[in-house]
């Protein structure tokens, strides 16, 4: 060989070697970190540490840990969670404290979700396979389950809770219950949350109802006039704003218009609005500081004397639910002096200041053109007013974009446009419910409903519920807990319907709990009593602002409904404990049980003791005979109610005192021997309802 | 024979044991001699592994390389240009060095991947997450794939350019080509296999362009009874969609069917590299002849007697190492060649395990057919076809591709000129056709790439015009023809086939630069133009 070749082949076996020796490096550079810097490694070896040394603390004999991959493998639901494996302490009570990764999972959840059965990914989501940090938080490119935060996890419940309300994660019901009640379902899909009418009120005779200056400024700014209001802000520019409004005014009712214009006394109309309880359910006035005072079940009438036509308003409180079918405004037995009365204590007590001023100071504005009508009819159908509104026979198609999976949609698909959030399904739903127009384009169709963060997360976790990753079995949801919704056929149901107490109260699974529940109103009082409530309506805690409205039920009527309740909102197993044992019962042991408990602290007795429950011993003006708790709820309401308040009513704030069966029967003997000595039992007619109902209690 | 002294050695040795099998006490010998024998097996078993000992001369150098199964694929004397750097480029080395690579790394990963629908993708992340190693396997794979797809291309490059493809080496060049198609199917079947969203989109795109074929049976009335495309995409996906069969076709072809033709098709290769006489070098490269010298007596001089020798040994068409003074000019492949092999091999295997360190290879979302994705790309080297594909699927996916390849594998027997073979580009004259060819592709290519961006192309100015016009006259034909015509200009210009095949070749790879590059950052949803993905349309 020549020297030069010598030479070259001994400079190419130099780097061979040094290749080789290269390449063995790299390899053992990947065995390196394969072995040894995995961050889990360290987490486990801390928690073997911390272990050990409760084991030394508590004198037990320590344990060997494994440092290794730990995973719970879920078969059904096609998944592998190595959470545990840096989350090593999750089931751990000695660890709540810890700080993570360590630490214990909060509250008792594990206990009904077993982690074996269900993992982490199912509710917290996330990357369960990887076993890196933010590749196991989702929180890398190409996985669509980032980590849920906070109290969005409760996005996840709806995978096996298919309830609209789901009681232990309250922010996705009340999100659930806002989808529906702010219109969202009219505009989009959003599977299995469905509205039964629409959000907003019925436009037939808007044109007979309000004024055009009114509506003008109400389709500029709705949020601007009245900010708690549903109507979201559309942003239209001036001239759709009066082509709308020309639109609308041409539905008129024809009665409204051609009945007289007459005038009643305001003074009389302020009794009658005293009597009605209208303020249970709207806002009718400012307290001192300004705040309003009222309900919010109905509509806000601080402003209405300058917006409604008091023709509308005297017809529309003779007969509400013609005007407004599913409206919750109870029909009232008004007089047509009443009506009018009233009509014109609202007109002339909630004036418009703004609007009375521009009255004074512009020309009113011109009824419509042709052109404008048909270009507010165009532009009704284009904002898609019919989904939250019933128009005449129209039927309206959703507008908006389909959400039915929007909570599993790829988050690269989302138009963020240049918006400057973190690109997650989740703060794409927030940014977009908050401000519509901030995410993509200007002509973004959504109006502003000016959501207030705690909604808008509501509402995000809601959206995020609408996923298509769902249980993989029937096995793992929790069944719709089948709704018994309260509508009789009979007379009392129509009796129901017409004063619409389920507007307040709530009867098994319908209704409201602004008043009490009705539900087993048959067992916790009695009918005499019921009776004379129907007829004259008081409260028994000083302290409560709102009370039933004095209806003036017919004497019939009241009957029914009281006989109707004491016999069929009953539930006989209730009352079963109390009749077996109420012979024992020795009422002065009840009255010291009484004084030693110490229950005068919250509960009046003959005009001493305490405003936090109601009165035992009910004086009130209009209700003459008084009623006294032993002539009002019944023993074998009372008993159980001692035993445990909150079975009963679980927003009570009675205390459950504990008492032993015993001390309960004395205690509810003795509260029934607190009977008015005044209170006369009325020889009532018995009604249709209870003769039917008497021979059935006898078997 | 070359190999008698060693071989004389080897039979010596059982009559040594014979002879001493005589001497001992038949009684406890027999005992000892295995307890000699026991301390004697490693170098009785080294011995019987490397049959000679150290190369100590040239000619236990050769048959170093002659008497062992994997290095006797090489000559046992190479030339002294072959070993240049700028003969080769080392760039077969490097490829075959990836495949091996890439045998290996795929190995590991079949014990761990599960080729269903149901299972791959979470056997991808598997292998990811707690596979040890496996992400650095997969990575390894991953960029070996990548690195051979362009090896192949730029050795295709050299070959052509060094005008190798001539006699004897025209079959070769065939071979070659189809080794260059083996690759790129190789390479497409392993990216449907972990079954995320851009396997899943890309293959769909794949697909497509197999039913393409049906553009031109539709034009002519015939699919009803002659659905060539339908068919092609029927055999590649087994349904009508991508879907478990076609994966699992997917997965016998990328680990077995065609792995094993690689195999064979490489051993032809390589044969046939030697059979061909070596790789090719310039005709005037022994006019300057080093010197010998003096008291060099290994090479034995340019004698007849050698010539007979290396003769014997391989019966080689053409001029061969062994003829004339040529011989003088080469070296014993061991250790010249050999260490110059290795240590490339291992300098690429260096930078892979860098790569596989620094980069982790895409695994996007699981594969939803729900979901397209928009722009749904082809691998990189094929998106060169898919931007050829959004104007005419046929003319872009197969009409196209098929006429160069088909032009490419025929060069050697339409270029059949003998001079200046083995030097780069044919000398001087051949560089300047070679930067004209380039000039006017960049031209070309940019051209039309803008025109139809702005302009568009006949279906929009004619809506209603027959897609068979269309399939004929598109930009990728349009391209095809002026390159053709350049080609056969310059042939006449220069009155040189070699110029013509120059120019021809050099166009089709700058087009294929041009096209895969504009395809890959310019094209964005629905296959608009953008300037850069920054400006995509966010919905």
Redesign the interface.
């Known amino acids: 060989?020549?020297?030069s070749?010598k030479s070259?082949?001994a400079w190419?076996?130099a780097?061979?070697l040094l290749?080789?020796a290269?390449?063995i490096a790299?390899?053992l550079?990947?065995?390196f970190k394969?072995n040894f810097t995995a961050p889990w490694r360290a987490y486990q070896a801390r928690y073997a540490e911390l272990l050990a040394e409760q084991a030394q603390a508590a004198g037990t004999a320590e344990r060997d840990y494994p440092i290794e991959?730990r995973q719970a493998f879920l078969a059904e639901w096609?998944r592998?969670d190595?959470c545990v494996t840096c989350h090593v302490g999750i089931d751990n009570p000695a660890f709540k404290e810890q700080p993570q990764p360590l630490a214990a999972h909060s509250g008792d959840i594990l206990k009904y979700h077993p982690a074996d059965k269900f993992g982490c990914t199912i509710c917290h989501q996330g990357?369960g396979?990887?076993?890196d940090k933010d590749?196991a938080h989702g929180n890398v490119?190409?996985?669509?389950e980032p980590l849920l935060a906070g109290d969005f996890v409760q996005a996840t419940c709806a995978k096996c809770h298919r309830d609209d309300e789901v009681p232990q994660a309250p922010i996705l019901s009340r999100g659930r219950l806002l989808l529906r009640e702010l219109g969202c379902v009219g505009c989009h899909r959003t599977g299995n949350v469905v509205a039964r009418e629409k959000a907003g009120p019925q436009l037939d005779s808007i044109g007979s109802k309000v004024s055009q200056r009114w509506l003008i400024k109400w389709l500029t700014d709705p949020k601007d006039y009245l900010p708690k209001g549903k109507m979201p802000h559309y942003d239209l520019s001036p001239d759709a704003v009066s082509a709308l409004a020309a639109y609308l005014m041409t539905f008129q009712n024809d009665s409204i218009e051609d009945s007289p214009l007459r005038e009643g006394d305001y003074d009389e109309g302020a009794t009658v609005y005293r009597e009605a309880q209208c303020i249970v359910c709207h806002v009718t006035k400012l307290d001192y500081a300004e705040n309003p005072v009222g309900g919010e079940i109905g509509p806000n009438l601080l402003k209405i004397g300058n917006k409604i036509n008091q023709r509308w308003l005297f017809a529309f409180l003779k007969n509400p639910h013609s005007f407004l079918p599913y409206t919750k405004m109870p029909g009232y037995h008004f007089s047509d002096k009443e009506a009018l009365d009233l009509s014109q204590f609202a007109v002339e007590e909630w004036v418009d200041y703004d609007l009375l001023d521009a009255e004074e100071k512009e020309p009113e504005p011109p009824s419509g053109t042709p052109e404008q009508i048909r270009q507010g009819k165009a532009l009704y159908a284009e904002l898609g007013c019919g989904a939250c509104h019933r128009l005449g026979d129209e039927q309206t198609k959703p507008t908006g974009p389909d959400l039915t999976f929007i909570g599993s949609t790829?988050v690269h698909?989302?138009?963020?446009?240049?918006a400057d959030v973190r690109h997650t399904v989740p703060d794409f739903l927030y940014t977009k419910l908050k401000s519509p127009k901030a995410l993509?384009y200007e002509s973004a169709k959504m109006p502003d409903f000016h959501l207030s963060d705690e909604d808008a997360k509501a509402l995000t976790i809601a959206l995020m519920s609408l996923s298509e990753v769902g249980a993989p079995s029937r096995r793992f949801e929790v069944p719709k807990r089948p709704k018994i919704i309260f509508n009789p056929k009979d007379e009392f149901g129509r009796l129901e319907r017409h004063y619409r107490c389920l507007s307040c109260h709530k009867i098994r699974d319908s209704g409201e709990l602004l008043a009490s529940d009705l539900t087993l109103e048959g067992n916790r009082v009695n009918r005499e009593w019921l009776y004379h409530y129907m007829n004259k309506p008081y409260s028994m805690r000083r302290t409560l602002t709102i009370a039933m409205p004095i209806f003036h039920f017919p004497d019939d009527e009241s009957r029914l409904m009281a006989d109707y309740m004491a016999h069929v909102f009953v539930d006989s197993r209730l009352g079963a404990a109390w009749r077996l044992i109420r012979d024992q019962a020795v009422p002065q042991r009840g009255k010291a049980l009484f004084d030693a408990k110490g229950c005068i602290a919250c509960h009046q007795l003959h005009g001493t003791g305490g405003d936090v429950g109601p009165s035992l011993t009910t004086q009130v003006p209009e209700f003459p005979h008084g009623t006294w708790v032993g002539d009002k709820l019944k023993g074998e309401w009372i008993y159980p109610w001692l035993k445990n308040p909150q079975a009963l009513l679980p927003e009570s704030i009675e205390p459950n005192l504990g008492l032993s069966d015993q001390e309960a029967i004395d205690l509810t003997a003795y509260l029934l021997t607190l009977k008015n000595p005044e209170f006369q039992k009325p020889a009532i007619q018995k009604s249709k309802v209870q003769k039917d109902a008497e021979p059935q209690e006898k078997k | 024979m070359p190999s008698g002294s060693s071989e004389s050695t080897h039979s010596a040795k059982p009559s040594d044991g014979a002879s001493r099998e005589g001497d001992t006490v038949a009684s406890c010998g027999a005992l000892r001699r295995l307890g000699r024998n026991l301390l004697d097996t490693p170098r009785q078993f080294r011995d019987s592994l490397v049959r000679h000992g150290r190369p100590t001369s040239d000619r236990a150098a050769s048959q170093a390389v002659f008497h062992n199964l994997f290095l006797h694929i090489l000559p046992t004397r190479i030339h002294r240009y072959s070993l240049r750097i700028r003969a080769t480029l080392g760039l077969g080395v490097i490829t075959l060095a990836l495949f091996f690579l890439l045998v290996i790394t795929g190995v590991a990963l079949m014990v761990y991947y599960k080729p269903s629908p149901e299972h791959a993708y979470n056997s991808m992340k598997e292998i990811h997450n707690v596979v040890p190693t496996g992400r650095f396997m997969r990575n390894i794979h991953r960029w070996a794939a990548h690195g051979m797809v362009l090896c192949v291309i730029l050795h295709m490059a050299r070959a052509f350019y060094t005008a190798a493809y001539r006699r004897p080496r025209q079959f070769n060049w065939v071979v070659g080509m189809l080794l260059f198609i083996l690759t790129f199917t190789l390479s497409f079947t392993g990216y449907l296999l972990p079954w995320d969203q851009l396997a899943f989109w890309a293959v769909t795109i794949g697909s497509e362009i197999a039913q393409s074929p049906r553009e031109v049976t539709d034009a002519l009335g015939i699919t009803s009874w002659c659905d060539i495309g339908g068919l092609q995409k029927q055999l590649l996906l087994g349904a009508n969609h991508v879907g478990p069969e076609a994966l699992i076709r997917f997965y016998v072809l990328h680990v077995m069917v065609l792995p094993v033709l690689m195999c064979i098709l490489l051993a032809l290769h390589f044969w046939r590299i030697r059979k061909d006489g070596g790789l090719t070098r310039p005709a005037d490269v022994d006019e300057e002849t080093p010197q010998r010298p003096a008291g060099d007596k290994d090479m034995g001089g340019p004698t007849a007697n050698i010539s007979k020798t290396y003769g014997l040994m391989a019966v080689v068409r053409g001029r061969t190492p062994a003829v004339d003074r040529s011989l003088v000019n080469t070296i014993p492949t061991y250790p010249n060649a050999f260490y110059a092999i290795a240590a490339l091999s291992m300098f690429t295997f260096f930078v892979m395990l860098c790569l596989g360190h620094l980069f982790d290879a895409p695994l996007t979302e699981r594969a939803n057919p729900a979901v397209p994705e928009n722009p749904a790309k082809a691998p990189w080297y094929f998106l060169g076809l898919q931007e050829l594909v959004s104007y005419s699927a046929f003319a872009g996916g197969v009409g196209v591709p098929a006429i160069v390849m088909l032009g490419l594998m025929l060069v050697p027997y339409l270029d059949r000129e003998t001079t200046d073979t083995g030097v780069w580009f044919g000398g001087p004259k051949g560089k300047r056709v070679c930067l004209a060819s380039a000039v006017l592709t960049i031209v070309v290519v940019v051209g039309m790439l803008t025109f139809t961006v702005n302009v568009g192309w006949l279906r929009n100015w004619l809506p209603d015009i027959p897609q068979i016009v269309i399939t004929l006259i598109n930009p990728g034909s349009v391209m095809l023809a002026i390159f053709c015509a350049w080609s056969l200009i310059i042939t006449k210009r220069t009155n040189s086939t070699r110029m013509g095949a120059l120019a021809v070749f050099t166009c089709f790879l700058f087009a294929f630069a041009i096209l895969t590059y504009f395809a890959m950052v310019h094209r964005g949803p629905n296959w608009d133009f953008f300037w850069s993905q920054s400006d995509w349309p966010s919905h």
């Open positions: 060989m020549y020297e070749d070259r082949v190419l076996k780097l061979l290749f080789s290269a390449c790299l390899l550079l990947a065995a394969e991959i096609g592998v190595r990357q396979r990887a076993t590749a490119p190409h996985w669509n790829p698909l989302l138009p963020f446009g240049d993509h």
